[in-house]
Every structure is written in C-alpha cells, then in structure tokens.
C-alpha cells in the first residue's frame, strides 16, 4: 500500500470524519495529520480484512476523542478573574447554579449525540454550511454532489437538530 495513494484517496473522508467529532476546522486539520501519521507508522500491522478507510476512520475516531478530553479538561481549568480579564465574566450562559450547569451539559451532550448519528454526507454538508459557513455552491464543489443535494443534506440535518 503506498502511503501517498493512500494519503490522497481518503484525506476528505477522514477530514469530514475528524469535522464532524471536533466541529473546528483547525482541530480537525490536526486530528487528520495525526490520523495519517499514526496509520503511517503502523502500516506493517494493518488487518486487511477491514477496508482501508474503516481502518482511518476508526483511528481518527480515536484522535478525535483524544482532543476532546483533553478540551474538556482544559474547559474545566479555573481562571482567576483581574482586570486584564475581566471580560470573561460576560458570558452570556447562566451556571448560576449546579442544576443548570448538569442541564446545559445534558442538552449539550444529547444534541452532540444527534449529530454524530446522522450519516457522514448529512454531518459534513451541516458541518461545513454552519460550522465553517461555507456557501452550498462551495459545499457542492467541495463534496462533488450536486447543489440540490446539497441543499437537502443541510436541511435534512437541521431537522434532525432541533
């Protein structure tokens, strides 16, 4: 298998992947190399009874939920407010209490869920038109689909959202 083919035949899909976990451009970008690297590096072990881009996807899946724990450690970090930065304490959320913190988490967690249930063509069609606001015509030459398609992945997906 050469690494190169690989590389050039399966980077959207394992993009789209890393897109929807991460819901950053930047963040995937990084998962994607890392996916590439790490499936570089154990070439020589790779099972062919999988197909080649379930083995990506099931490394990036990995590198996705590694840079989410590691975001939600970071989230949990304390910051001490001054002057300097002050202008954190106008965040529009309300944790004014516990229940409301467990609640925005839950709607958070359960709206995440949906989104990763929807199939990959709907969840990198909504990532790409809300996320990366991109226009459908953008989005169609992106994903080589048609615009119409286009179109009714991206509401499709909303559907599903709300």
Known sequence: MDFNQLYTAHYRNVLGTARSFL???????????????????SMDTYNKSYAVSTWLNRICANKCRDKLRRRKLEAKSFVIVNEGNDHLLDSQEDYSSPDKVIEAEEEGSALFNKF??????????LTLRLIDQKSYKDIAEEMSTPLGTVKTWVRRGRSQLS
């Open 116 to 125: 990763l249930s929807m199939p990959n063509n709907i969840r990198e069609a």
């Open 23 to 41: 819901r950053n451009h930047g963040d995937a970008e990084d998962a994607t190399q890392d996916t590439f690297l790490e499936a570089y590096e």
